[in-house]
């Protein structure tokens, strides 16, 4: 089974903090992506990634930047937390190699910016 | 642009009835669909995905989804829900190889199973 890790399940960070959320898959897909989840709003993508130090924008993507040095590991960057970016952040892989193939979720970080 | 649009952001169904959960997509071409499910406090798990190969589609946990290009729809039905069905639906769509994995999601619907 294909696992998506994400390093923490809760966060709690100050307004301006420098927040880095981390994930690793352990099925060398060549696809990662983060969205925000937020309710009524479904899942949002920030950024994408398909191959080690690309890097694509997603529909939300003001406030976060995004680091893949290596491909099984995709982080999340809030330069600068603020309150309106606490939400549940969910990281997801996919293979490249087939456009029908499914997405893989991890469990998920609960970010509260105080 | 594409979109997916649930209908109904709030289910509620008793025990044993059917559990229909609506899903229309927008798009100029077929897209390639799913339907994910996530339990409280987990993240997105695939429950059936649409490859055009048969537009009936049978998934996990005995949900099905049909494919109706006519009505631009991939409704999620189960004939009989059970109290473990509990939980929020996200239909997505994909556009295929030009845009490979990257999703576009409704904004779910959350299913209530009442005894």
């Known amino acids: 089974d294909v696992k998506v890790t994400q390093s923490s399940r809760y966060l709690v960070k100050r307004t301006g903090e420098k927040v880095f959320l981390e994930c690793v898959q352990d099925m060398d897909h060549e696809n990662m992506f983060w969205y925000r989840q937020d309710p009524g709003l479904g899942l949002r993508l920030i950024y994408f990634s398909y191959d080690v130090k690309m890097k694509e924008k997603g529909d939300i993507p003001e406030g976060y930047s995004v680091s893949r040095e290596k491909k099984e590991r995709f982080s999340l960057i809030l330069e600068s937390a603020s309150t309106n970016q606490t939400s549940m952040y969910l990281c997801a892989s996919g293979a490249g190699s087939s456009y029908n193939s499914p997405l893989h979720f991890g469990n998920g970080t609960r970010l509260t910016v105080t | 642009a594409q979109s997916v649009t649930q209908l109904g952001s709030h289910v509620s169904v008793s025990e044993g009835a059917l559990v229909l959960l609506r899903c229309n997509y927008s798009?100029?071409?077929?897209?390639?669909l799913f339907w994910y499910v996530q339990y409280p406090n987990q993240g997105l798990q695939l429950l059936l995905k649409?490859?055009?190969?048969?537009?009936l589609v049978k998934g996990i946990n005995g949900f099905e989804a049909e494919f109706k290009k006519s009505e631009t729809s991939f409704h999620l039905t189960k004939p009989s829900a059970h109290m473990s069905d509990a939980a929020e639906y996200f239909c997505?769509?994909?556009?295929?190889?030009?845009?490979?994995?990257?999703?576009?999601f409704g904004t779910g619907t959350l299913l209530a199973v009442q005894p």
């Open positions: 798009s100029s071409v077929p897209p390639y």
């Open positions: 997505a769509a994909g556009k295929g190889r030009g845009a490979t994995n990257k999703l576009i």
């Open positions: 649409y490859t055009s190969a048969a537009t």
